[in-house]
């Protein structure tokens, strides 16, 4: 088995920022379908944030067989509450990355939407939800909207914690690792 280097392979890093691009243009459109009041101009705007979690899951795939392939670099010295937090920050994001497009999917079928992805793909019903029962529709959506809460938090988390790295210890870990 190969050792791990301190970089990750640019696949790795391009997938890296190509994901971290689209999180935040989707904060962006989930934020303002939310905040449209114009039903059509809604729906176009949640349609784009639909095609663009299911742009994401693909890359999240792609970053997970990567992974799983080609072994993380080396952990970063440090105490060991900073690399388990670390750790768990990695994983947490990783899980949420899956978890949102799912909850979305999930939703988006309940409201029996077109599922076509930038009208290349067509993404398949893999259920039919039960006519009479929104259940299921409310827990992927409350999942969905906290997650994403979640998920900004640990964003800004796992940025202030780069930027506490490149700057309070100045030991180049962005530059090293991912650009």
Do not use: C, K
């Not at 809604?42 to 080609?70: C, E, K, N, P, Y």
């Not at 952990?75 to 978890?99: K, V």
Request: glycine residues 4%; neutral net charge; charged residues 15%.
């Amino acid at each position: 088995m190969e050792q791990p280097t301190m970089r990750y392979a640019a696949p790795a890093r391009i997938l890296h920022w190509m994901v971290a691009i689209l999180v935040v243009i989707q904060f962006y459109f989930g934020w303002a379908s939310e905040q449209e009041t114009d039903n059509d101009a809604s729906f176009a705007l949640i349609r784009v944030h639909f095609q663009l979690g299911m742009t994401i899951v693909a890359l999240m795939l792609l970053r997970l067989l990567w992974r799983i392939a080609r072994p993380a670099p080396a952990a970063e010295p440090g105490p060991r509450w900073q690399r388990a937090a670390a750790s768990a920050t990695h994983l947490l994001l990783y899980a949420l990355l899956f978890i949102l497009p799912l909850t979305g999917y999930i939703i988006w079928v309940w409201m029996e939407a077109p599922r076509t992805v930038f009208g290349l793909v067509e993404v398949p019903a893999l259920f039919t939800p039960p006519a009479e029962d929104e259940t299921g529709r409310a827990v992927a959506w409350y999942i969905h909207h906290y997650g994403a809460y979640t998920l900004a938090a640990l964003v800004l988390l796992h940025i202030a914690a780069a930027l506490w790295h490149e700057f309070w210890l100045s030991d180049r870990l962005i530059r090293r690792r991912m650009l």
